[in-house]
């Protein structure tokens, strides 16, 4: 249970870190990482609600806590003016 929960933060860290500096890398490679992320999330969000509706949701919960955790941790500082 433990290491699905690591792997469900990792997973929206990854997709913290593909939406943040994706778009500075070449067109092709931006879409093959998201696609790829896509598809690993799904698999894990399928996986999840196969056990059952709670972990359905906690899988939710665990991959925008990561998308979350990257926003906090690497955030940009504005420029104040």
Same mark, same amino acid.
């Given at each position: 249970? =433990? ?9 929206? =860290?990854v997709?913290? =870190? ?13 879409i093959?990482?998201? &696609? ?8 894990f969000?399928?996986?999840? =609600?196969?056990?059952?509706? &709670? ?27």
């Open positions: 249970m =433990f290491a699905k929960i690591v792997v469900g933060l990792l997973i929206g =860290f997709g913290g =870190f593909v939406g943040a500096r994706g778009p500075s890398w070449r067109k092709n490679t931006e093959i990482s998201e &696609v790829l992320l896509f598809i690993v999330g799904l698999s969000l399928i996986s999840s =609600f196969m056990y059952g509706v &709670v972990y359905g949701v906690m899988a939710i919960v665990e991959i925008t806590a990561g998308f979350y955790a990257y926003g906090k941790a690497f955030r940009s500082e504005k420029a104040k003016s």
